[in-house]
């Protein structure tokens, strides 16, 4: 079974800049989730869809970020524009189901601002 | 909402020594306590879960124990190896999938 795919993997970008990350999630999983990393701590969720609705973005900066789930499948995250706070690994994962279950990650994108 | 302490934050042992990471929680509704493993470069990988109705669960090495009126729930590895050495975080889960996690315990096992 594919895993979440995640892409890019790494990108570097000048403050102020826009920069969009993509997300596939393991097929059938109706849960997507984007988490954001900074370096030294757990992950924090900006996100959760449910199919293509939105379930939760109360953690999300919504003056500079958006999220979207195209077809309840796809997701895109989006930054604009980028602050050097925003420098972080981005999660994507996705589960069968909402709470109580296994959430499956990607491997990430590593956001540098500069 | 959910608030997780996670402790230590760095752990060091030997091969073959066992290891203990501790997490707090502050939700009474969370239910679902998951513990990822992540190693460099790469996205959190569920090791081991419990649910509320459990109070431990063993799977080989692994172990992990909820106390529910504590709002503590610990990991355990017996035997480790240097494979073992990784970035572990403990989670919880009241139950709608908004997993809040711990801030994460480096785990060395040095050979």
């Known amino acids: 079974e594919a895993g979440v795919a995640q892409s890019p993997r790494y990108k570097i970008i000048e403050k102020r800049q826009s920069v969009a990350f993509w997300c596939n999630p393991i097929?059938?999983?109706?849960?997507l989730y984007w988490y954001q990393q900074i370096l030294g701590q757990g992950p924090k969720l900006l996100i959760q869809?449910?199919?293509?609705?939105?379930?939760?973005d109360s953690q999300l900066p919504k003056d500079r970020f958006s999220a979207e789930r195209l077809k309840g499948v796809d997701s895109t995250l989006k930054i604009q524009p980028a602050k050097l706070e925003d420098s972080a690994v981005y999660l994507c994962?996705?589960?069968?189901?909402?709470?109580?279950?296994?959430?499956?990650f990607g491997q990430g994108t590593r956001l540098t601002v500069v | 909402g959910e608030n997780v302490e996670q402790h230590p934050s760095t752990l060091s042992v030997q091969e073959g020594d066992s290891a203990v990471i501790k997490c707090t929680y502050s939700?009474?509704?969370?239910?679902?306590f998951p513990w990822y493993k992540q190693e460099l470069g790469k996205g959190p990988q569920l090791i081991i879960d419990?649910?509320?109705?459990?109070g431990e669960k063993k799977d080989q090495r692994i172990a992990v124990t909820l106390n529910k009126t504590a709002k503590h729930f610990s990991l355990h590895i017996t035997e480790t190896q240097p494979e073992d050495s990784a970035v572990y975080f403990c989670?919880?889960?009241?139950?709608?999938?908004?997993?809040?996690f711990g801030q994460g315990t480096i785990l060395t096992v040095h050979p």
């Open positions: 994962a996705s589960s069968p189901t909402g709470g109580g279950t296994e959430a499956f």
């Open positions: 097929s059938g999983h109706a849960t």
């Open positions: 869809f449910q199919n293509n609705g939105v379930v939760d």
């Open positions: 939700d009474s509704a969370s239910n679902y």
């Open positions: 419990i649910r509320s109705n459990v």
């Open positions: 989670a919880a889960d009241p139950s709608y999938g908004k997993l809040t």
